[in-house]
């Protein structure tokens, strides 16, 4: 995956967990705040994944 759809990708998952909490704080939803939290976890997930050394032999 090149970087440009990487970030597209993080920023939206991001954007709709911040959209999540607001709803979820605005209109007293637990499942919003819950569904806030499996994407931020799903970011940093994203996020902290290393890739596997390029070795060339």
Do not use: D, H, Q
């Amino acid at each position: 995956m090149n970087r440009l759809a990487r970030r597209v990708i993080l920023s939206g998952l991001v954007i709709a967990a911040v959209v999540c909490y607001v709803l979820g704080n605005a209109n007293g939803v637990f499942a919003f705040i819950m569904f806030g939290i499996a994407l931020e976890l799903l970011f940093w997930l994203t996020v902290s994944v290393k890739k596997a050394p390029n070795i060339r032999s």
